[in-house]
């Protein structure tokens, strides 16, 4: 399978801790996206990496949100101290370099935070 | 950006031809139109792009008028798999950030 690849596919974590997810984007994508989906609507976009670096990070929700991608490859969103608030599914999406944006969106990894 | 407006949701008979409109009254110069469906705990799935008149591909057509206000995806005949949620985004790379935003989709429900 050549898609994009979000591991893990479900997260059920405390209050409180620490979440990581991770994204394997099509190889030749050079652009990596993060977005969050609650339910019954659209993704809400969170950040945005053109090979390693982050060009876009204003969006994400708080402090505890971080996000890397250490060798333009692949990329880790991470969650300190999970609040409720935090469950969703977030979603992962990569894209050619080109001016009209493709975005090719993996399946993304639903957390719930108890 | 370009605010897309679409209708929040749509009903239709498997087989029948369904067009969903959206509207962006304020899209810039450069600006694509691209078009997602997304099914029930998965990632949206790009369906088409175009940037004026007229593109078809093997899923579905997208009509663009000459002034880009607005834009139409048809799917031709429906079937119960087409059920899903259609989003519209109207935007361009800009070259140091992107910032492609989702409405709230349109739902589409097909039926026997």
């Known amino acids: 399978d050549t898609g994009v690849s979000q591991d893990p596919r479900h997260k059920i974590t405390k209050r409180g801790q620490n979440v990581t997810f991770r994204c394997d984007p099509i190889s030749e994508h050079n652009r990596l996206y993060w977005y969050r989906q609650t339910l019954g609507q659209g993704p809400e976009f969170l950040t945005y990496?053109?090979?390693?670096?982050?060009?876009?990070k204003s969006r994400l929700l708080s402090d505890r949100f971080s996000a890397e991608r250490p060798k333009g490859s692949f990329s880790t969103l991470e969650i300190q101290r999970t609040e409720q608030g935090d469950s969703a599914m977030y979603l992962c999406a990569s894209s050619p370099d080109s001016l009209n944006e493709k975005l090719f969106f993996g399946s993304g990894t639903q957390l719930s935070v108890l | 950006l370009a605010k897309t407006t679409q209708p929040i949701s749509m009903d239709s008979y498997e087989g029948q031809e369904v067009n969903i409109t959206c509207s962006h009254n304020?899209?810039?110069?450069?600006?694509?139109i691209t078009w997602y469906q997304q099914f029930p705990s998965q990632g949206p799935r790009f369906i088409i792009q175009g940037y004026k008149t007229k593109v078809t591909n093997e899923v579905a057509s997208l009509f663009i008028p000459a002034d880009r206000k607005s834009s139409t995806l048809s799917l031709p005949r429906v079937s119960l798999s087409d059920t899903a949620v259609y989003y519209c985004?109207?935007?361009?790379?800009?070259?140091?950030?992107?910032?492609?935003?989702f409405g709230t989709g349109t739902r589409l429900q097909v039926t026997l």
């Open positions: 990496f053109q090979n390693e670096a982050q060009l876009e």
């Open positions: 985004l109207v935007g361009m790379y800009t070259g140091t950030a992107s910032k492609l935003t």
């Open positions: 304020n899209i810039a110069t450069n600006d694509y």
